[in-house]
């Protein structure tokens, strides 16, 4: 799920079997973006729109994901809003590109409210490009219930690795 370049909304309903959806939290400008966003946001052309969703299905929610995309161009690239971003982008079949920039471990309070697990959580950082431009970056913080379905992450052997003082 992690390192994958396929759509984590598509992976998520292929590994439960049940209908995915998303479920907007909110989408507007983003004026502290550049404080508060992932560094590869200075590769998007501003002002930027920060998108915010629940990935989930049976009143699970499996996911977190945030995403920031140009003004401008939000609205020809998410022309349903209330839909998981790979349903938008790859209905006119245009060529995408994924990289991953980053994987780390995310502590939050309303997080562990919200997936009703204890963290940290993984999480993942990555960019969309469309004709070589960057189109988006996503962040996306997963839910430990998935280890139910994928087996465990190895999360705690990181941890103690991560957080030795040695």
Do not use: C
């Amino acid at each position: 799920m992690l390192l994958g370049d396929g759509s984590p909304t598509r992976h998520l309903q292929l590994l439960t079997n049940q209908e995915t959806k998303i479920q907007l939290i909110s989408m507007q400008l983003d004026p502290l973006s550049n404080q508060e966003g992932p560094r590869e946001l200075n590769q998007l052309k501003g002002p930027l729109i920060r998108r915010q969703v629940w990935i989930n299905n049976q009143n699970k929610n499996l996911a977190w994901a945030e995403s920031w995309w140009n003004a401008e161009q939000v609205s020809e690239n998410l022309k349903a809003k209330e839909e998981p971003i790979w349903k938008n982008l790859t209905q006119d079949r245009s060529e995408l590109f994924r990289e991953v920039d980053s994987i780390s471990l995310v502590n939050s309070k309303w997080l562990e409210d919200k997936f009703v697990f204890k963290g940290p959580f993984w999480s993942r950082n990555y960019r969309f490009f469309r004709d070589k431009k960057p189109l988006t970056i996503i962040r996306e913080v997963f839910n430990p219930y998935l280890e139910t379905l994928l087996g465990p992450s190895g999360i705690n052997e990181f941890t103690k690795l991560y957080s030795s003082s040695s």
